[in-house]
Nanobody
Framework: QVQLVESGGASVQAGGSLRLSCAAS????????TAWFRQAPGKEREGVAT???????KYADSVKGRFTISKDNGKNTVYLEMNSLKPEDTAMYYC???????????????????WGQGTQVTVSS
């Protein structure tokens, strides 16, 4: 059974940085397509970053140049490095994964089967 567990969420001031982590158990991230999503209150869940098994990445325009997704296959962990944080980045952040290669580099939530429980990021101005 695949389980994803996020950590690293916190409250920070605008301009600050955070690194979110997502640890997987039950399967290897090295063969997975992974992504980070976020959901603010009253809004739809949106994809912010995704990575395939070859290290290729894709980002939402709203985070491009500020966020970086990466994987440590040895630790079976995916990270989201977030810099220059803005109040509009405030949301619950979710890790997602699929082992269906056809859904790699997809920022749509339907593409992912496995989800973590979320970690809260709050950015104050």
């Amino acid at each position: 059974q695949v389980q994803l567990v996020e950590s690293g969420g916190a409250s920070v001031q605008a301009g600050g940085s955070l690194r979110l982590s997502c640890a997987a158990s039950g399967a290897a991230f090295s063969t997975a397509c992974t992504a980070w999503f976020r959901q603010a209150p009253g809004k739809e869940r949106e994809g912010v970053a995704t990575a395939d098994t070859n290290g290729r990445t894709k980002y939402a325009d709203s985070v491009k140049g500020r966020f970086t997704i990466s994987k440590d296959n040895g630790k079976n962990t995916v990270y989201l490095e977030m810099n220059s944080l803005k109040p509009e980045d405030t949301a619950m952040y979710y890790c997602a994964a699929t082992w269906s290669r056809g859904n790699c580099l997809n920022l749509q939530k339907y593409a992912y089967i496995y989800w973590g429980q979320g970690t809260q990021v709050t950015v104050s101005s």
